[in-house]
């Protein structure tokens, strides 16, 4: 269903008369970045340290439409280190995936961007975004929206390496109240990218206070290519509410589906009930399956600490049982500990994991180029 301008004005952020591209609030429909189909207008968000090849399949799954890796070191990618290419490795049932660069070198990002189009991505995504010290001491991430000339040469040298389509993720600006998201966001697509994704909180607030979507709805006004809206998506009802008010083509969800997937299947409109005990530890079982085949015994059982956290907390298992899988040392006894309480889930994983292909079969090998040959 299509709401009219006056329907968008009457939900009270819109102004009346302005010309605005009214859309459909329903989620489940497809949109487009360049010549990509999205399925859904609901994206995963890309998160450092979060968005590992499981949690993208399982946000598929759950109905995003698009899922994107965290971001990736250009710098990385130049020196062929070993586990920055890793962030590059795709899944069959991942598509459509956007793969995330950041960087400062325009030149340096072009070549990066070839490697992200050899390995299989059908985006490529650029970090302009990112707060951190360690990523804007360098150039990147949120201190290209205070270097517009930078940021649009970048994004012309990536739309002329390769062929597929070039996307953008902005804060509002650096510092608090700074509206330059609005005015680089226009050259962005000037220089050749095919969609933005807009985070609106500056890079000082962090994550504090609260994402301003009248600038995305701002944002939609300026520019012709489509807007995704990112910042405190939650809920369905959010969701509808910032696609109505704003514009925006797609909603990105973060922090609200850490641990939590089914928040992605309310938000896609499916109505899911709460999720049984079993259900969810059968999530984190496979998630453990699959994180230890990505990283390692050693570096997924570190990873993957915080999850515990996530899937179990919300009220759904006491405290104490999550400071134990804490504790423990390996992902196997994490997972005979998890089992033991929920033994129903033994027989959903089972189904779980012959329903989707398995990690062996779905992984592809990077071509040899990628690696440098060595
Ligand atoms: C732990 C964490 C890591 C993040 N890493 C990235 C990243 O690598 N690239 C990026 O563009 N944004 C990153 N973000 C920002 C999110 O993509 C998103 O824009 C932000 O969390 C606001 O959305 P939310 O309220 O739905 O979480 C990260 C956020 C969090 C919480």
């Given at each position: 269903m299509v709401a009219t301008t006056a329907e968008v004005a009457q939900t009270g952020s819109r102004q009346v008369g302005v010309y605005h591209p009214v859309v459909p609030s329903e989620l489940r429909e497809s949109w487009f970045v360049g010549p990509v189909e999205i399925p859904t207008r609901l994206v995963l968000a890309p998160m450092?340290?979060?968005?590992v090849q499981a949690f993208r399949r399982q946000g598929r799954r759950f109905g995003a439409g698009l899922v994107c890796s965290e971001m990736v070191s250009c710098a990385g990618i130049e020196h062929r280190n070993e586990r920055t290419l890793g962030y590059l490795r795709v899944a069959e049932d991942e598509h459509p995936l956007a793969i995330q660069l950041f960087g400062s070198d325009p030149r340096v990002m072009g070549e990066a961007a070839k490697l992200v189009e050899a390995a299989g991505a059908d985006i490529v995504d650029l970090n302009f975004g990112c707060p951190v010290k360690k990523v804007t001491k360098t150039g990147a991430g949120a201190t290209l929206l205070d270097a517009p000339d930078r940021a649009a040469r970048i994004v012309s040298a990536i739309a002329e390496s390769v062929e597929l389509p070039v996307s953008v993720k902005l804060r509002r600006g650096l510092r608090d109240g700074s509206r330059d998201c609005l005015t680089v966001g226009p050259r962005l697509v000037e220089a050749g990218a095919a969609s933005l994704t807009l985070h609106p909180r500056s890079a000082q607030q962090m994550y504090t206070g609260t994402a301003d979507h009248s600038l995305t709805a701002e944002l939609v006004d300026l520019v012709d290519v489509p807007v995704v809206a990112s910042g405190d998506i939650t809920s369905r009802a959010r969701a509808q509410a910032v696609l109505a008010t704003t514009g925006a083509a797609a909603v990105m969800v973060g922090r609200?589906?850490?641990?939590?997937?089914w928040v992605l299947a309310e938000i896609a409109g499916e109505n899911p009930s709460e999720p049984t005990r079993e259900e969810i530890v059968a999530e984190l079982v496979l998630y453990l399956r699959e994180t230890v085949r990505e990283l390692g015994e050693r570096r997924a059982s570190s990873f993957l600490k915080k999850f515990y956290g996530w899937y179990l907390g919300r009220g759904r298992f006491p405290r104490p049982f999550k400071q134990e899988l804490v504790l423990l040392d390996s992902t196997e006894e994490v997972e005979r500990r998890l089992l033991a309480a929920a033994p129903g889930a033994i027989e959903l994983v089972e189904r779980l994991e012959a329903e989707i292909p398995s990690g062996d079969e779905v992984t592809l090998e990077l071509p040899i180029s990628v690696y440098g040959g060595g």
């Open positions: 450092a340290g979060v968005s609200a589906a850490q641990g939590n997937p």
